[in-house]
C-alpha cells in the first residue's frame, strides 16, 4: 500500500510551514519542512565561500551533506542549524541555490524517505508537482504579498530582531519572481491542487479547511 502525501506548496511566507506541521499534528503524520533542505545547503554555501551559482561545487557540497531532522531540530553534519537558517541571508542564499537542477535531484532521495507510515505532510515549493506527484491532496496557499510581509515582520520583531516592511516586502517579491520564474522546479499551482487564499484568515481556519479537503 502506497503511504498518503498531502503536499503544500506556495509562494515565501504564505504559512505553509505553520499550517503543514499543524495538519501533520492532527493526522500523526510525519512532516517535511522541503525549505530547511535549500536553506541548509545555502548556509552552508556561504559558510564555505562556495559560488553559490555553480551547480557543480553546490551539488558536490549537498550530496556530501549529512541532514538530520532530530524531533527538536535539525543538524547538517552533526552541528545544529535550526536558527542559522531562519535568518533572511540563509532564505536568500537558499532561493538562489534552488535554482540548481543539480542540487534539487541531490536532494530528491532525501524527501522521497519522509515518505513513512502512516503518512506524510510536506511543505515547499515543489511538493506536489516534482517530488510528490502521486499526493493525494494537494494544496496551494498563497496570501498577498503585503500580509506576508507582515507575517515576516511580526515574526522577526517577536524573535527580538528588527526589520524593515519595505525591504521585507522588497525581498518577497524578489523571493517570488526567482521561485516562480526558474527553469528546474518552478513555484506553481499545479494541476488537481487546491488553492486557498490565506490573507486575513486564522490559522486554525485554513488548518480545518485543510483537513476537510484531506477527508
Ligand atoms: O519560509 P519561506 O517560504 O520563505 O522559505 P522556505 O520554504 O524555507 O524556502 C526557502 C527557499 O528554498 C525558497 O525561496 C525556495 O527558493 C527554495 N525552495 C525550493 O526551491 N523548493 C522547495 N521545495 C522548498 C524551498
Redesign the pocket.
Known sequence: MTVPVIAI??????G??TIAALVAQHLDFHYL???????IV?LIGGERAANLDDDTEMSRITLNLNIKFTGTGVEANGREVSAL?RDEK???A??????LPGV?AA?MTL?HGFRQPPGLV??????GS??FPDAGLKIYLTATPEERALR?YKQLIEKGGSASMAALLQD?RD?DF??SN?AA?P?LKCAGAIEIDTTGTPVDAVVAQVLRSYQ
Open positions: 506548496d506556495g509562494p515565501s511566507a504564505s505553509k510551514g519542512d522541503s525549505g530547511a533542505l535549500y536553506r545555502g537558517i540563509a532564505g536568500a537558499a532561493s538562489r541555490i534552488a535554482v534539487r536532494l524527501q510536506a511543505d515547499g515549493r515543489d511538493m516534482v517530488v515576516r518577497i523571493r526567482r521561485d526558474r522546479a513555484l
